[in-house]
């Protein structure tokens, strides 16, 4: 062995023995040293699993069952779990023992990366990668407002940007930013709401608007129009348009980004996170205008006046690398839309049969489904009920069973919300459309029944909810 070379593993740590040993202890040792309540939350609704094994859109549980995901680890997994290309290129870049993070050289990995996306990205010139979603709107946020000089942004209501502090202060759900004051000087404005915009545009203060195209919490879009006319608002002003991507983003919506399917917009920046990812090692990209980076790193004095220890990382750069050639080779977005389109009319094709089932909306594959109060005086009786305990009961019952009866994975859309939201992979087809609108259907059958386990379940939630105030 040569000076300097790392000496080979001596057998001391094996991480097969270790996860054979202890891996049952899994929601023991995450109650102990973790999050107590996750364990605890999980219990209670019945989503203690234990998954043995992923691949694609599909987990496996301990007696070889497989388990649907159309919830795609909040978005991460845009590829499916462990597809080959991307596996391959993280084997590839550890092999190749790759000087990385030396801080003081130029890599090729995160230009060829920042090369690939900006192909993608008309009207926006360089990149900066940082490790997360949250970490691309802070980086967002400081470049807006260093750019402009001016210290204020504007978010819209129930909008989700992330959890660190200056991402916080742009977060619209007060659940999230109770106990966490004082925040950023940022101001909420109603989503499509332009001439709420133009009262605080004119305070002269304002250095940005961040919006996403489609809100993940609740599935909202952005009115048709909108995005174009605040950007000339914000323009007139001499502000930034800053649109969040970190879940609409790399074809999630049946377009690369969401705010291409209306014509005429050109944001000063971009945050992208989440599917880059592969779903394997964290990244996130702020994709930017040629004059704000300039003007952000004006002079070899401010080059490093904002930076990630981990970003441009050789895994994630072969990551992202790898992600976009399968995007582009497997024609991903154009299967996004198609697989989209499909489910969603589907399911929209329901809300005729269904009194509980208020709106199914979305793009690609993104796809809110709302439930509302029914008409019929027994159902009428049952929802109050759920009602005055707590907002989002009944769209809980409809989750709990998708995954114990007909092992899918989905996700109530937010907090105090009757939405269930749908972010399945992006390499679902029809057989998964299939499989998911067969379940929901027999879910749907149930709950008008007005009997069953899903009501006694309903009752449950109930006395929990009115056990937690």
Not at 32 to 56: C, W
Not at 63 to 70: A, I, K, R, V, Y
Not at 261 to 285: R, T
């Amino acid at each position: 062995m040569t000076t300097g070379e790392p000496a080979a593993g001596n057998g001391e740590f094996d991480l097969g023995r270790l996860l054979a040993e202890r891996g049952a202890e899994r929601y023991e040792l995450h109650a102990r040293y973790l999050n107590h309540q996750l364990p605890r939350m999980l219990h209670t609704i019945g989503f203690d699993k234990v998954y043995e094994r992923a691949e694609g859109a599909y987990f496996w549980d301990a007696d070889g069952q497989d388990h649907l995901d159309m919830l795609a680890g909040f978005g991460v997994m845009g590829l499916g779990r462990h597809h080959p290309v991307v596996r391959k290129a993280l084997h590839d870049v550890l092999d190749a023992h790759l000087a990385d993070l030396t801080r003081f050289d130029c890599q090729p990995l995160p230009g060829l990366l920042a090369e690939r996306l900006l192909a993608h990205s008309p009207h926006l010139d360089r990149v900066f990668f940082g490790n997360s979603g949250t970490e691309a709107v802070e980086t967002a946020l400081k470049f807006a407002r260093y750019a402009t000089g001016r210290p204020r942004v504007l978010y819209c209501d129930h909008a989700f940007h992330g959890l660190t502090t200056g991402s916080l202060s742009v977060n619209g759900e007060n659940g999230f930013r109770d106990g966490f004051a004082p925040l950023l000087p940022d101001t909420a404005v109603p989503l499509g709401d332009l001439d709420a915009l133009a009262r605080e545009l004119r305070k002269g203060d304002v250095a940005a608007l961040i919006v996403e195209p489609i809100q993940g919490k609740g599935v909202h879009e952005a009115p048709p129009g909108y995005l174009r006319a605040a950007q000339e608002l914000l323009h007139r002003h001499k502000a930034l348009l800053i649109l969040d991507e970190v879940q609409t983003g790399l074809g999630r919506t049946g377009d690369f980004y969401a705010y291409q399917h209306e014509q005429g917009v050109e944001p000063d920046l971009v945050c992208v996170a989440k599917a880059l990812s592969g779903g394997y090692v964290p990244v996130g990209a702020t994709l930017g205008k040629e004059w704000i980076f300039k003007k952000v790193y004006s002079s070899m004095d401010r080059v490093l006046v904002h930076s990630a220890s981990f970003g441009s990382n050789a895994q994630a750069m072969a990551a992202g690398l790898a992600v976009l050639s399968v995007m582009e080779n497997e024609e991903i977005v154009a299967n996004a839309r198609a697989t989209g389109e499909l489910l969603k009319s589907r399911l929209a094709a329901l809300v005729d049969t269904y009194e509980l089932l208020s709106e199914v909306r979305g793009r690609g594959l993104m796809i809110g489904i709302e439930f509302g109060r029914p008409r019929s005086l027994k159902l009428r009786g049952r929802w109050t009920m759920l009602q005055a305990a707590r907002k989002g009961l009944f769209a809980q019952m409809v989750v709990v069973p998708l995954l114990q009866r007909h092992r899918i994975l989905t996700q109530v859309s937010g907090d105090h919300m009757e939405v269930i939201k749908l972010i399945p992979p992006l390499i679902i087809g029809e057989r998964e459309v299939d499989r998911f609108v067969a379940a929901f259907t027999e879910v749907m059958d149930d709950a008008h029944s007005g009997g069953g386990l899903m009501w006694d379940f309903g009752k449950t939630l109930v006395k929990q909810a009115v056990a937690n105030r």
